[in-house]
């Protein structure tokens, strides 16, 4: 929070004199042209929400192209009748409303998030985990009663044209709407007054219809549990093409699930991320969490479906090894900081070494964070890996997702380092020189 305090970013020559407005309920807002710009400022806000979703449209096409070339080029064009199904917006609409309307049931406990500006706190809901088991018990019945899950191989292309148009479409209302919150209730970082980089970036932090927190449901539940149920799909349908799922399937659906289910398990953890305490809900949080994330993490198993991989039982076996390691480091340094962070005095992390900053936090220089500056990323990365393996060497595109990963961590990675900075100051770089290795340990 003190980073939002502080408003820490330094101000840029161009955007010096901030204009005072009202909004509707008379209070001042004053757009923070003080604040400096990410990913690529004006520029990357209109060519993201251009290029990205594109990428998910590209990459959907190609995966079940027998030729799965990210090089081919002009990539074929899919036909209006691919694209659009009446069933994908029903589907669609169907699943949001059961994740819905389980957020919204009793189930759970109920948690406080960080202190807002104005010295209050939000209530959530962690009931993330009793949703994906609901959805899991769900899926088992239908497929029980013979439901057809492999069709979503055949519906991917329509339901990502429909996530994408959504994505648009809900990103333009929590953008109108937030002209009516006020000023404290906006990100320190989406208030710029430039419409299409605010649109982009996010301009209300934590926009909510009544209890119900838009953003941090849309962060963990249709999507990410969308994207297990559309990994169970392509399952399935290897199913009804060769009879039985391969070893490579099974080993990119358990991960996969694995790491949605830790990431559901430990929900609560979600409340001090970036994604919750420092930035707007905008498109680029709506596009990522409603659509690239269900259609392009998945891609491993679609690309499974039209090219089957023979697996040794030794290869099985080192990739496994692999994911429980990267899942290790992960988990373990994730939890390490939360703990710390909860509780500094609680025995798991007492012991460990710490140095005092100006803010009263004080930061971990042992134990997991005493390794490399981001252990959580370089166990995510591992994970990522041993997700493409399965899919053999013969193709880059399993690999798309380890490559964006790793481009996607190393520009987070830079982003927190220079809002620790900025809320840290000398003690940061005091840190930054007793562990000197940001992500991997002697490398990065
Ligand atoms: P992190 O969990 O890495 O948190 C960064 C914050 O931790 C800093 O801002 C700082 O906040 C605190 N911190 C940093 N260094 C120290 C230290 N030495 N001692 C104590 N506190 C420290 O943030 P993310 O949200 O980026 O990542 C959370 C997890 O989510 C990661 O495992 C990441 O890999 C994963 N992730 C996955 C994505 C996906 O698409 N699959 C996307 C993004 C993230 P403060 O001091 O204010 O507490």
């Not at 906006?186 to 649109?199: C, Q, R, V």
């Not at 993490?297 to 994911?323: C, D, E, K, R, T």
């Not at 990323?377 to 880059?396: I, N, V």
């Amino acid at each position: 929070m003190d980073a939002l305090e502080n408003n820490t970013v330094p101000s840029t020559p161009l955007n010096r004199r901030p204009i005072m407005k009202r909004n509707s309920q008379g209070l001042k807002q004053r757009p923070s042209h003080d604040t400096e710009r990410e990913f690529g400022g004006t520029l990357g806000a209109l060519c993201i929400p251009i290029l990205l979703p594109l990428t998910v449209m590209f990459l959907i096409c190609v995966s079940r192209s027998p030729e799965a070339s990210l090089l081919q080029w002009p990539p074929a064009l899919p036909s209006t009748d691919q694209l659009w199904d009446p069933l994908a917006p029903l589907l669609l609409l169907g699943w949001i409303s059961l994740h819905a309307l389980l957020y919204v049931l009793p189930l759970g406990k109920v948690s406080e998030g960080l202190v807002l500006r104005n010295g209050t706190r939000l209530k959530y809901p962690i009931n993330g985990f009793h949703s994906l088991c609901i959805s899991g018990v769900l899926l088992m019945l239908l497929l029980g009663l013979g439901a057809p899950l492999g069709s979503l191989f055949e519906l991917l292309l329509p339901l990502a044209a429909c996530a994408i148009a959504g994505s648009y479409l809900f990103s333009l209302y929590l953008y109108i709407r937030s002209f009516w919150v006020p000023s404290h209730a906006l990100a320190s970082g989406g208030n710029t007054g430039n419409p299409l980089y605010d649109f982009f970036i996010g301009r209300e932090l934590n926009p909510r219809i009544g209890n119900f927190d838009l953003k941090y449901f849309c962060e963990l539940r249709p999507g990410l549990i969308g994207w297990v149920v559309i990994n169970l799909g392509m399952l399935m349908k290897e199913v009804e093409l060769r009879g039985s799922p391969s070893l490579a399937m099974i080993l990119v659906n358990s991960f996969q699930l694995l790491y949605v289910a830790d990431a559901l398990w430990n929900e609560e953890a979600v409340l001090t991320t970036m994604d919750i305490v420092h930035d707007g809900f905008g498109f680029m949080l709506v596009f990522g969490d409603l659509a690239w994330v269900p259609f392009t993490y998945g891609m491993q198993a679609a690309f499974l479906v039209v090219h089957p991989q023979a697996l040794s039982s030794l290869g099985a076996a080192a990739i496994i090894a692999l994911n429980g390691v990267g899942y290790y480091v992960f988990r373990k340094s994730n939890s390490q900081k939360n703990q710390f962070r909860r509780d500094p005095t609680h025995p798991s992390v007492a012991r460990l070494e710490t140095i005092a900053t100006a803010t009263g936090k004080r930061l971990l220089v042992s134990g997991w964070w005493g390794l490399v500056r981001h252990p959580n990323y370089l166990g995510d990365l591992l994970m990522a890996l041993a997700w493409s393996l399965p899919c053999g060497f013969s193709h880059l595109l399993p690999y798309f997702y380890v490559i964006y990963f790793a481009v996607l961590l190393i520009h987070r990675e830079d982003r927190d380092e220079r809002q620790c900075r900025a809320k840290y100051g000398l003690a940061w770089d005091t840190y930054c020189q007793r562990v000197p290795y940001r992500i991997f340990p002697y490398v990065y």
